[in-house]
């Protein structure tokens, strides 16, 4: 399989060198292993131009079959090495901004103490992206609000209060509580979050509709906008701490919540470090912020 490995990192990275780098082989070994596929396979796969490396068009129509077959060998390592116990594993998982930045260092910490030698790879996204990774077995598992994914298990972890985000003199700053009517008579910047989204939900059960002037996928972002006068928000009180913003955060009135979980197909087909995690997850989610 490391040919097909070699192969995916190449056409991810564009380039023959960069791939190489991840691998840890050299550029002329990838070059060697993807022209031996190639003769295997009978079709050429990738072309070179200035732009970098892509797949040609009889690549690009085989190249989903080729990415199946590595979801699948990883699998088979992964059951192996259920059957050995976990001693090493990779945990491909899905996640948001503020998970990343404020639960999983504290999660991976602990839980490498006890197996120091499980891999994470993370793949950041959003309420859809990630379920979709799930589906197509991209990342064994992901945090996303239950109501992004009605077809996957999810199990709640902890609730969160969304907070309103406002410039540090705006009109509303001093407020204890900010109505969502008076957000809905200022630009509103949205945070894309796929197809699902509390503030807009919020909204909408008590029959609002924001001014939406923007829609951003990164929560920094949206608070540098605002420092800068350009509308509100609506942010996670969680991704919301340790900031250096000149802005205002306050809670809602009417209170706007939401609930992460960690989301899974099926929990039999699971690698055991991914089952191990969310485990260690369940045990320890009383001290997550």
């Not at 009978?42 to 079959?65: D, H, M, N, Q, W």
């Not at 509709?209 to 605002?226: L, S």
Request: aromatic share 8%.
């Amino acid at each position: 399989m490391n040919r097909y490995i070699a192969l995916q990192k190449t056409i991810e990275q564009g380039s023959f060198t960069k791939a190489a780098e991840i691998l840890g082989y050299t550029q002329s070994s990838v070059s060697q292993m993807i022209a031996s596929l190639e003769n295997e396979l009978g079709i050429k796969l990738l072309t070179r131009s200035r732009a970098g490396v892509k797949l040609t068009l009889e690549g690009a129509e085989l190249y989903p079959f080729i990415e199946r077959g590595i979801i699948s060998y990883r699998s088979i390592i992964e059951k192996s090495n259920e059957i050995k116990g976990l001693e090493t594993g990779i945990i491909r998982v899905g996640t948001i901004s503020s998970i990343t930045c404020h639960w999983m260092p504290t999660l991976i910490k602990g839980f490498q103490k006890k197996y120091p030698n499980v891999q994470f790879l993370f793949h950041q996204g959003d309420y859809t992206l990630i379920p979709e990774w799930i589906r197509t077995g991209a990342i064994d598992f992901g945090f996303i609000t239950p109501h992004a994914a009605a077809d996957l298990n999810v199990i709640p972890i902890k609730n969160g209060e969304m907070l309103a985000v406002l410039p540090e003199n705006h009109r509303l700053a001093k407020r204890e509580r900010v109505p969502l009517e008076e957000l809905t008579k200022e630009p509103f910047i949205l945070l894309e979050e796929g197809r699902y989204s509390e503030p807009l939900e919020a909204f909408k059960s008590i029959g609002l509709k924001p001014d939406i002037k923007y829609t951003i996928h990164d929560d920094y972002a949206i608070m540098t906008m605002v420092e800068a006068g350009l509308g509100v928000s609506m942010l996670a009180e969680l991704v919301l701490r340790r900031i250096s913003f000149n802005i205002k955060c306050l809670p809602t009135d009417p209170p706007v919540y939401r609930t992460l979980g960690v989301a899974y197909k099926d929990k039999e087909s699971l690698p055991i470090a991914s089952k191990y995690f969310i485990k260690y997850l369940k045990e320890n989610k009383d001290i997550l912020p």
